[in-house]
Nanobody, 123 residues
Framework: QVQLVESGGGLVQAGGSLRLSCAASGRSFSTYRMAWFRQSPGKEREFVAGISRSDNTYYADFVKDRFIISRDNAKNTVYLQMNNLKPEDTAVYYC?????????????????WGQGTQVTVNS
């Protein structure tokens, strides 16, 4: 497991942008698959974007062509660049990590989670 701390959330107008960061502890960051999930009140936590150890990226359909996930192994950090934000993007965004090779979109693949950062998009 690895310690994860998200930052960069906040309040933004529709059409605006935010960049989320997830800082990871430990020496083995480059061995982890990383992902972002989000959760709104009363809803299930859902997959947003993922990135593999070799920088392959995966996205949910609802963020296609708007969000970009990336990682900097030297800084032990994964990012989520969020562009053209919509009110329905409002949620708590969570960073997750795993060494398991499985479906990147499945919550059960991940054994390390951050505390979450709030993103609120006004219409």
């Amino acid at each position: 497991q690895v310690q994860l701390v998200e930052s960069g959330g906040g309040l933004v107008q529709a059409g605006g942008s935010l960049r989320l960061s997830c800082a990871a502890s430990g020496r083995s960051f480059s061995t982890y698959r990383m992902a972002w999930f989000r959760q709104s009140p009363g809803k299930e936590r859902e997959f947003v974007a993922g990135i593999s150890r070799s920088d392959n990226t995966y996205y949910a359909d609802f963020v296609k062509d708007r969000f970009i996930i990336s990682r900097d192994n030297a800084k032990n950090t994964v990012y989520l660049q969020m562009n053209n934000l919509k009110p329905e993007d409002t949620a708590v965004y969570y960073c997750a990590a795993t060494t398991i090779v499985t479906d990147v979109r499945w919550r059960g693949s991940y054994d390390s989670w951050g505390q979450g950062t709030q993103v609120t998009v006004n219409s």
